[in-house]
């Protein structure tokens, strides 16, 4: 059964943001063959980790208000008590902060953590300096997100990598999101913070894999029992 969910979520469908990349990697693919026929095989090779690169499988959402998801793939590399960034506007109070970091093998379609309304999403030019976020984040550009939830407000922010620092967050001002809704997309990199109000406990480790749309990273309240699922 792992044999056969690790194909299905391989060839799934390609998000269309991909599009014009990997037309872009198969025609110059193409134009080295014509120079020296191995480049093409090598290009060829690299429009299929393109495609790969902009998979977009179907994940299985639990759905429960007291449960956060994680909104990327990746690994969850710093779970801290940190100052939200003031484009956030979540104040200055420190709250849980909670990161997955985005390899160029995970799937970089993003995933809403909770369900609520969104507030908006100001992007951060590249080369910004703002407090408290790590040194990669204030080299780059970022996409800052929040979402009113029944436990507060939510805070997500999309840093893009030092390769390409293309963001596409469709979210907008008073979209109301689903847990597990896709509402952007990171092109090449590299990792997704949430920032959680009281009350958040995590539920994963330092160095654990997370799942967009799937794994739990922090819950609200008491543990419960099973929760039911949404196909999304």
Not at 104 to 122: D, I, K, L, M, T
Not at 164 to 190: H, K, M, Y
Request: proline share 7%; with cysteine.
């Amino acid at each position: 059964m792992s044999l056969i969910n690790t194909v299905r979520n391989t060839l799934v469908p390609v998000h269309k943001e991909g599009y014009p990349f990997i037309a872009g990697f198969f025609v110059v693919s193409l134009v080295l063959g014509f120079l020296w026929e191995p480049l093409m095989w090598i290009g060829f090779i690299l429009t299929a980790w393109c495609a790969y690169f902009f998979h977009d499988p179907e994940r299985m959402t639990p759905l429960d208000d007291d449960l956060v998801i994680s909104p990327a793939d990746g690994r969850v590399s710093s779970i801290a008590m940190m100052t939200p960034p003031e484009e956030l506007g979540l104040g200055t109070v420190p709250m849980l902060r909670i990161t997955v970091f985005m390899n160029v093998f995970n799937c970089h379609v993003n995933r809403a953590p909770v369900r609520g309304q969104s507030a908006g999403s100001p992007t951060v030019p590249a080369n910004s300096s703002m407090p408290n976020w790590t040194r990669q984040a204030t080299r780059t550009s970022a996409t800052a997100w929040s979402s009113e939830t029944t436990h507060g407000e939510i805070g997500v922010v999309q840093i893009a990598g030092l390769v390409a620092r293309r963001i596409v967050c469709w979210s907008a001002p008073n979209d109301t999101l689903q847990a597990g809704e896709r509402f952007g997309l990171i092109r090449f990199g590299s990792r997704l913070d949430v920032f959680l109000p009281e009350g958040a406990e995590p539920r994963v480790s330092l160095g654990q894999t997370a799942i967009a749309g799937e794994t739990v990273l922090a819950e609200f309240g008491s543990a419960k029992g099973p929760v039911i699922s949404r196909r999304g």
